[in-house]
């Protein structure tokens, strides 16, 4: 895996040199700033690949901190049992439509994010998900699509950013590597390429990536 998560790296990184080159063109409408976690709220799905990138930096934490943050994870796996009885590990979500996935995470939840320290700041910051680095500016690809037109009520308070020309970036190069490398992982993992495996912020942290036989997984998880 170690080739994947070098790949995942420079992938992250690319997203992370555009959200700077943003937030210098125009720091006067983007309110994004280290302790600000007014975007961290609800339950976020995430890839798998983003899953196992970010339980190799919670695993790095502090024993006590974990202990913390899974007890958090617990109780919200706990509350969304309620709604999916059967959801258990490895916690893809994938055997339900995604219309059903609202159940999990409604728009209504304001629940911070469990990986947020008590100062506001992310306890796996350089490990976090690709959803929390493209969150809060609209992804305007180069070639001139809008890939997302929504950005934190933060943001832009007085100005349409689809009108800043310097916020674009090749979205469409960067997600169309992010599926290429997600085949490439779920291979790896699985032992065959499938596009799209998602889960849930709290319930990555709670996936045995290392000791679960995924292969067999793999091969009922379409029954």
Not at 216 to 223: H, K, L, Q, S, Y
Request: aromatic letters at 10%; charged letters at 25%; hydrophobic letters at 40%.
């Amino acid at each position: 895996m170690k080739e994947i998560l070098q790949r995942n790296h420079e992938l992250l990184a690319q997203v992370d040199d555009w959200f700077a080159r943003c937030t210098a063109a125009y720091p006067e409408h983007i309110a994004c700033q280290s302790g600000c976690s007014g975007c961290c709220r609800s339950t976020f799905d995430i890839t798998l690949v983003d899953a196992y990138y970010l339980k190799q930096g919670f695993d790095l934490l502090p024993t006590a901190v974990r202990a913390a943050v899974l007890s958090k994870c617990r109780e919200r796996l706990a509350m969304m049992q309620q709604e999916w009885p059967e959801f258990d590990h490895p916690f893809v979500l994938n055997y339900r439509p995604e219309e059903d996935w609202e159940l999990l995470m409604p728009d209504e939840d304001e629940t911070p994010c469990v990986l947020l320290g008590d100062d506001g700041r992310c306890l796996v910051y350089d490990h976090r998900p690709m959803t929390c680095r493209l969150h809060g500016i609209p992804l305007v690809d180069t070639e001139g699509e809008v890939m997302h037109d929504e950005w934190c009520t933060m943001n832009f308070t007085e100005v349409d950013p689809l009108q800043l020309p310097a916020l674009t970036a090749p979205f469409d190069a960067i997600l169309r590597a992010e599926v290429a490398l997600f085949r490439d992982f779920t291979q790896k993992l699985l032992g065959q390429r499938v596009s799209e495996l998602d889960t849930l912020i709290p319930l990555a942290l709670m996936i045995d990536f290392e000791g679960f036989n995924w292969n067999a997984w793999a091969g009922t998880a379409g029954e």
